[in-house]
């Protein structure tokens, strides 16, 4: 069973981690919530930290498991927009990276292939196939195409987003969050999206591919909008679910 969620075991607290989502970033504010100092060798930004570093303190759980929470924890999470994420993922891990993982391997993807290449291979695999900063936001954060966190907040909206959340969490009564660190940032404003969507074959192939991601989560925007990254405006987290203040 894959483990998408980091459930803290002294508050009733999960957070739904999303690679390529400020994910190292979000983990490093919630690092200030642990009561101990974290053991050494792990890296606060990677998931084993939140397996076995911690003390005891955090777990990694399915979305099932987390789902089953969803009563007594307050579960929040972040999305990006699927084509941004897409292309981050693609220069990140395709460009700069000197190395594939080894799930990208085995998708045979390959070091620096163009762009309208490394997507007709992503849209062919499934999604028990794809490397973990492929796969479909909704496959991460979902069951039965429900979402699991009651707070998800959008990556484009990070700043507004982030003072709501720590807004939310007070209200139900938990620790103080904190601002957001700055971790692994490396394109902002994912504006940059135009020439890597320059036909309207490859945005339909990533529609596709994340159809799920676009209507949950970016319903809101035009299909052209999303494939240039041109997000303007105030968007509203998604709240669907009232968070229950801890017992």
């Known amino acids: 069973m894959s483990e998408h969620f980091i459930q803290f075991q002294n508050l009733p607290l999960i957070y ?18 642990l009561e101990q100092p974290p053991e050494e060798g792990y890296r606060t930004t990677a998931d084993a930290f939140w397996r076995k570093g911690t003390h005891g303190e955090t777990a990694m759980i399915g979305a099932e498991q987390a789902l089953q929470k969803r009563s007594s924890h307050f579960i929040f999470s972040f999305v990006r927009n699927p084509f941004d994420r897409l292309v981050s993922a693609y220069n990140n891990k395709l460009i700069e990276n000197d190395s594939l993982s080894t799930a990208m391997q085995r998708m045979g993807l390959e070091r620096q292939m163009p762009f309208p290449r490394f997507l007709e291979v992503v849209a062919a ?35 507004e987003h982030w003072q709501l959340l720590r807004q939310r969490m007070r209200q139900a009564g938990l620790p103080a969050l904190g601002k957001l660190p700055s ?13 890597y969507f320059n036909d309207d074959s490859l945005i339909t192939l990533a529609r596709d591919r994340y159809r799920q991601d676009v209507e949950l989560f970016y319903g809101d925007y035009p299909l052209e909008q999303l494939a240039r990254g041109e997000l303007g405006g105030s968007a509203s987290p998604l709240e669907r679910f009232a968070a229950v203040a801890p017992i």
């Open 183 to 195: 971790k692994n940032v490396r394109r902002t404003g994912g504006s940059d999206l135009s020439p």
């Open 16 to 33: 739904g981690r999303v690679p390529k989502v400020a994910n190292s970033s979000v983990k490093a504010a919630l690092t200030r919530l």
């Open 125 to 159: 695999t499934a999604d028990a196939d794809l490397d973990v900063h492929l796969l479909p936001q909704s496959s991460i954060l979902c069951v039965e195409g429900v979402p699991v966190p009651g707070f998800i907040g959008q990556m484009e909206a990070m700043a």
